[in-house]
């Protein structure tokens, strides 16, 4: 299967519209590797929809981000960046830079969930545990 007909798979399993922006929009955010801000995708999906505005990004990005085909990362300055793994994984932050990279660990996680199966917090339901670890990558 290719990437665009498992996009248009992904789209219908969720009850969206296939439009060709929300085509482009979620391509370049799998494509992108770096947890692109909407500024960063919209530059890149220009090259073939001129016409898209940023208003279109940022709404396109939040349905897919209510619809959890995507993750909504917010940064520490405010900025929104957006994350086409969905599995649980964690952020490794260089706070020296945008770089943001996936962490996975599958013990990590197995502890993160027992730890909060067993210590519940009163009054709160989670439904995402996801670390966001901060530091810099050696060269």
Known sequence: MTEKQHIINYLKTNNLKVTPQRMAILEAVYESGNHPTAEM???RVKKDNPNIALGTVYS???TLAEKKIINK???ENG???YDGYTEMH???HAGDSSKIED???EELNGILQE???RNKIPGFKIHEIMLHIKGE???
């Open 41 to 43: 995708i919209l530059e």
């Open 103 to 105: 962490y996975y660990n």
């Open 90 to 92: 964690h952020h490794l």
């Open 137 to 139: 990558f050696e060269q």
């Open 79 to 81: 900025v929104f960046r």
């Open 60 to 62: 396109v990005l939040e």
């Open 73 to 75: 990362v917010h940064t």
């Open 115 to 117: 730890y909060f199966e």
